[in-house]
């Protein structure tokens, strides 16, 4: 048996900076944070072959003691702890002592200080762990590393170092991060002689976020502040119309360190639930101020990692403060022409554009908003303080009225609607031959193109008279002057698919299917919180045969279901029973919507909390039963659309994600036809 026996100090070393130093970028960042504890206002950063070869770190901090100079080459020797309870109120980004003697083992270095009220100062070599005498140095006041021939005594590690550019790459990234958490920086960073940043520390914060990300993304930026108290958010987030296919623009810095937290990047995620399609990411820049006592930071070796001793009130705070912030924004995309020769120009060709089902009626950079689907449903909707309720409206159901006559013998095309004459129900759209509520199912014997909905006619009240009842917007909803004003004379529906109204700001194009999608979602989301959702019992339960996974997955799901209105039990083997479904969808038959929400449940990786799958439910049940394109709608179907439209809580979303308007500006108007 192998006897135990103590490990020589340059192995230790060596194992150390396993933990710590990955590449060069590591060593970059151990280096900039001793700067900032430092007190630098001016940081230097040279490297040579992506830092492989040479990094050198000038800052002009308060220096090093020429006594100190061999000590802060040892090991868990450090001037930011002096007792065990500091660890539980670090204020400073390094606090272990490990950085130094960790690159000293890996590298050779040379490390030259001078205290600003010292005449001199000194210096001190270390290679490969082995220390060489003190020698003056007579430099300005501040402190001065090189580190040179990384993992020279470690070829192993050296041989998985990737190319020059990926590793000043890595390094870029660590000095982004810095100068993102610190605005009042200097940074310099060159490489191979050439200069590659140069962040003044006059440049804010929205100044470096362009440096660094364009002023595409400066530009789209929303400020948002939750209030002064020990637990704070500050900082930036975008607006849905410029997100990423990833996650790499999502800045989260606690005190000035910054770190990596998978629940408050979901909570930014849900804040922006039914704003982002499927696989695209939000930006946001957020800065949470938190007394030291109340985090730990030592959680990771490389520091990246933190927790919060009240985590559910850190994300409840990020998820609401975003939230509430979106809110209070005008959210509908703007239309712009393509970039280059403006409409109208010398050899313009005008160009038939496409119009599809959610894609715009011009061709921009904004279309591919519109031609996304789905949205991340995989993520639970926590419930939390911040989140806002609907307000409670009680009302007596109206008697199913007959429905207006939807003008199916009109030319299809585009045509005028007189909204000054159109009658406003306030009533929900009737349901047709299947129960109360709801939206209109065709007959048996109709075509199988969808029928839109039809609103019902204002009613006297009375005996007999079916009475009005209002749809009140929700507490917390933006402010109806958020919305753009909605012209009273004319609406144009294109190709049965499209409204165009005219707004003070310009033309208003709206998308049919999501903004009935949108107005349908929410409904069904305010009925099943009030607990007053109006379900129709099947006389005969319809059986259902689904794959056996598919069966199995539907009756693991059956009480979110039945939350929902469709009761499904199990009929044995792969047939499941269908016994009610909600009348406000009554559109399409019970089973279409079933196998719906079934394929939707089918394609998510894991099964997801019960509040994302309400919400995945509800977007999925509300998408079948909404109007599609092709519907053609009548006066008074349109006119119920537009007044619903300003009554919904975020009418410029489909649940989705996917825009249900774009405007098109005056002013861009004005520029292609020359008018400028």
Not at 82 to 105: C, H, P, V, W
Not at 307 to 317: I, K, T
Request: charged share 25%; with cysteine.
């Amino acid at each position: 048996m192998p006897r135990i026996r103590q490990l020589p100090p340059d192995v230790i070393a060596k194992i150390a900076a396993g933990e710590v130093i990955e590449r060069p970028a590591s060593v970059v960042k151990e280096l900039l944070e001793n700067s900032v504890d430092a007190g630098a206002t001016r940081i230097d950063i040279d490297l040579d072959a992506g830092g492989t070869e040479l990094i050198r770190v000038v800052d002009d901090g308060c220096g090093i003691a020429p006594d100190d100079l061999a000590l802060a080459f040892a090991q868990h020797a450090t001037s930011k702890l002096e007792t065990a309870d500091d660890l539980f109120r670090i204020g400073t980004m390094g606090f272990r002592g490990e950085a130094l003697s960790s690159i000293a083992g890996v590298g050779q270095v040379a490390l030259q200080s001078r205290t600003r009220d010292a005449a001199s100062g000194c210096e001190i070599k270390c290679d490969g762990g082995a220390l060489a005498p003190v020698k003056p140095w007579n430099g300005a006041p501040g402190t001065r590393i090189e580190v040179r021939h990384l993992f020279y005594n470690v070829p192993v590690r050296k041989k998985f170092l990737k190319s020059v550019a990926t590793e000043l790459g890595h390094v870029c990234e660590t000095v982004t991060r810095l100068a993102l958490a610190h605005p009042t920086l200097h940074l310099t960073l060159r490489h191979n002689g050439r200069l590659v940043y140069d962040i003044p520390a006059s440049a804010g914060l929205l100044d470096r976020v362009a440096l660094f990300f364009t002023g595409e993304v400066r530009d789209a930026l929303y400020e948002l502040d939750s209030g002064d108290g020990p637990l704070r958010l500050r900082g930036f987030i975008a607006d849905p119309k410029c997100d990423r296919g990833n996650a790499k623009l999502q800045y989260l810095f606690v005190n000035g360190r910054w770190f990596r937290d998978r629940s408050l990047a979901h909570a930014l995620q849900e804040s922006y639930r039914g704003l982002l399609m499927s696989g695209r990411y939000a930006i946001g820049f957020l800065f949470l101020t938190v007394p030291p006592d109340k985090i730990d930071v030592n959680v990771h070796p490389t520091k990246s990692e933190v927790r919060f001793q009240e985590n559910s009130l850190v994300y409840s705070l990020v998820r609401g403060t975003v939230k509430h912030r979106l809110l209070r924004e005008n959210l509908i995309p703007h239309l712009t022409a393509p970039q280059g020769e403006e409409i109208g120009g010398p050899g313009a060709e005008v160009k038939e554009s496409k119009t599809e089902e959610g894609a715009g009626l011009f061709a921009s950079p904004r279309r591919e908003l519109a031609e996304r689907t789905l949205a991340p449903w995989e993520r639970g909707e926590t419930a939390d303080p911040l989140w806002r309720e609907p307000a409670r409206v009680t009302r007596e159901e109206p008697t199913p009225p007959a429905p207006l006559p939807s003008g199916r013998g009109e030319k299809a095309g585009s045509r005028a609607v007189d909204l000054s004459e159109a009658p406003i129900s306030f009533s929900p759209p009737p349901f047709r031959e299947g129960g109360p509520g709801g939206v209109g199912e065709r007959a048996a014997d109709a075509s199988d193109a969808p029928a839109p909905f039809s609103p019902p006619p204002v009613k006297e009240g009375g005996p007999g008279g079916g009475r009005s009842s209002t749809e009140a917007p929700t507490a917390g909803a933006p402010a109806l002057s958020a919305l753009p004003k909605l012209a009273p004379h004319t609406a144009i529906q294109l190709h049965d698919s499209y409204l165009v109204l005219e707004t003070p700001d310009g033309m208003l194009v709206i998308d049919q299917h999501a903004l009935h999608e949108r107005i349908l979602f929410e409904q069904l989301r305010r009925r099943v919180r009030e607990g007053r959702l109006e379900v129709q019992r099947l006389l005969i339960p319809e059986p259902i045969d689904l794959p056996a996974e598919q069966a199995a997955l539907v009756l693991e799901s059956a009480d979110a279901l039945r939350e929902l209105g469709l009761d499904v039990s199990d009929f044995g083997g792969n047939t499941v029973l269908l016994s009610s479904y909600p009348t406000l969808l009554g559109r399409k038959p019970p089973h279409v919507i079933l196998r719906a929400v079934v394929d939707h449940l089918v394609t998510q990786e894991r099964p997801p909390a019960k509040e994302a799958l309400l919400h995945l439910l509800m977007a999925t049940m509300a998408c079948k039963a909404a109007v599609k394109a092709g519907d053609k709608l009548s006066t008074d179907e349109v006119a119920y659309l537009l007044h619903l439209r300003e009554m919904a809580e975020d009418s410029h979303h489909c649940p989705h994600g996917r825009p249900t308007s774009l405007l098109f500006s005056r002013a861009e108007l004005d520029k292609q036809f020359r008018r400028t």
